[in-house]
């Protein structure tokens, strides 16, 4: 199965992502998204490819200083849940299938 993600915007309340890392931050959530559902599956309802108008990933603890593969890192694991299927564990995020 190949699983392709792609995000075309990605929007942090309260967190001021400096400038030049916001590529490598969005490619940092594109790249786990992906690895994880690669490793742990999708949902049946996206097994024939689909889109997400939004994912909530809640609040997440953090600093700036860890810089954007970290973060990345983890919004992926916090909005997995809403597009894996049951073996992937963690919190869930509110997705909307279109």
């Known amino acids: 199965m190949r699983i392709h993600v792609t995000i ?3 929007v942090l309340k309260g967190l001021e992502v400096p400038h030049h890392q916001r590529e490598a931050l969005r490619e940092a959530v594109a790249a786990e ?3 994880l ?3 742990q599956g999708l949902a049946g309802a996206w097994m024939e490819g689909g889109s997400v108008h939004r994912l909530q990933a809640g609040s997440l603890p953090w600093t700036a200083e860890a810089g954007p593969q970290p973060l990345g890192q983890q919004i992926a694991r916090t909005v997995a849940p809403s597009l894996g299927g049951e073996r992937i564990n963690g919190a869930t995020g509110q997705g909307s299938h279109r």
């Open 8 to 10: 075309d915007r990605l």
């Open 37 to 39: 559902l690669q490793e």
């Open 33 to 35: 998204l992906g690895r």
